[in-house]
Nanobody, 121 residues
Framework: QVQLVESGGGLVQPGGSLRLSCAAS????????MGWYRQAPGSQRELVAT????????NYQDSVRGRFSISRDDARNMMYLQMSNMKPDDTGVYFC??????????????WGQGTQVTVSS
């Protein structure tokens, strides 16, 4: 069993910053890819940023590029999303996603429960 737990969400004013964390625990042989997604009320879940072993550079949604930064600490099975210069459109529930190898050659996709981020004055 693998669990992903997000933390760090909250209320922030426009122009402010937040740092989200995602902790992966359980039977983890390796982590192939991790990413952040978000879902605003009445909208579909969308990709925010991803980072995989097969691509050296992170992938960002156009609206967050230059403001958000994704990073990983594989030694601790952690992933982070540093969000700066935040805008009201960044409001939503942020989900951590990971493709995890739980046994040699056996990969599965996992999601966290989400953390609410609200950007408002």
């Amino acid at each position: 069993q693998v669990q992903l737990v997000e933390s760090g969400g909250g209320l922030v004013q426009p122009g402010g910053s937040l740092r989200l964390s995602c902790a992966a625990s359980g039977t983890i042989f390796s982590i192939y890819a991790m990413g952040w997604y978000r879902q605003a009320p009445g909208s579909q879940r969308e990709l925010v940023a991803t980072l995989s072993n097969s691509v050296n550079t992170p992938n960002y949604q156009d609206s967050v590029r230059g403001r958000f930064s994704i990073s990983r600490d594989d030694a601790r099975n952690m992933m982070y999303l540093q969000m700066s210069n935040m805008k009201p459109d960044d409001t939503g529930v942020y989900f951590c996603n990971a493709v995890i190898e739980t046994a040699p050659g056996s990969y599965s996709d996992y999601w966290g429960q989400g953390t609410q981020v609200t950007v408002s004055s």
